[in-house]
């Protein structure tokens, strides 16, 4: 059975930094590539950004708002995700999801995702 | 950039009733890549459909997707309490690679 478990989020100050961090288990990690996609209260679905296996190169993707400030990373020895924030901004509030991305860009496993809240 | 565009932004039927979403691309793109998710509140979301056609895993027949080019449809056949929730559609772009989603179209019982 699939498993992704994100954990990490907290009420962190406009400026400040988080680390969020994703488990999976249930399908081979270093092969996958991996997605973090967030949603802010009440409101839709928003890409934050893609990290590709290692195979592929490794390489990492970001959505604009989020470009610069983000960092995606992967340890494919713990099947563990993380995505490194910095400078976090009051609109950076959103439930925060990880899940691997499937054959035509489809997101066929998610976790429950981890609250963020940048409140001063 | 693509955008999805989706309508209405809400949709009120009863239960028995057969409800159809629309997803509008911004310009057009390869059906292969077009996805539909269902979310219900404080659950994440659960994909329904890929390749725009494709039923996932354990997804009733009542679901269908269909359309091509820039004009992608779900349809829900018969209406039952349970499929009352936001539904999304979802591109990905593999130059570079980025996901894009529609906005969201929630169905609420009328």
């Known amino acids: 059975e699939v498993q992704v478990v994100e954990s990490g989020g907290d009420l962190v100050k406009p400026g400040g930094s988080l680390r969020l961090s994703c488990t999976a288990s249930?399908?081979?990690?270093?092969?996958?590539?991996m997605n973090w996609v967030r949603q802010a209260p009440g409101k839709g679905l928003e890409w934050v950004g893609l990290?590709?296996?290692?195979?592929?190169?490794?390489?990492?993707d970001y959505a604009a708002p989020v470009k610069g400030r983000f960092t995606i990373s992967r340890d494919d020895s713990k099947n563990t995700l993380s995505l490194q924030m910095n400078s976090l901004k009051s609109e950076d509030t959103a439930v925060y999801y990880c899940t691997p991305g499937g054959s035509g860009g489809s997101c066929y496993y998610w976790g429950q995702g981890t609250l963020v809240t940048v409140s001063s | 950039e693509i955008v999805l565009t989706q309508s209405p932004g809400t949709l009120s039927l009863s239960p028995g009733e057969r409800a159809t979403l629309s997803c509008r691309a911004s310009?057009?793109?390869?059906?292969?890549?077009l996805t539909w998710y269902q979310q219900k509140p404080g659950q994440a979301p659960r994909i329904l459909i890929y390749?725009?056609?494709t039923r996932a895993t354990g997804i009733s027949d009542r679901f269908s997707g269909s359309g091509s080019g820039t004009d992608f449809t779900l349809t829900i056949s018969r209406l039952e309490p349970e499929d009352f929730a936001v539904y999304y559609c979802?591109?990905?772009?593999?130059?570079?690679?980025?996901?894009?989603f529609g906005q969201g179209t929630k169905l609420e019982i009328k």
């Open positions: 390749g725009a056609s």
């Open positions: 990290i590709k296996s290692k195979t592929d190169g490794g390489t990492t």
């Open positions: 310009q057009s793109i390869s059906s292969s890549y």
């Open positions: 979802q591109h990905y772009g593999s130059s570079p690679p980025m996901y894009t």
């Open positions: 249930g399908f081979t990690f270093s092969n996958a590539w």
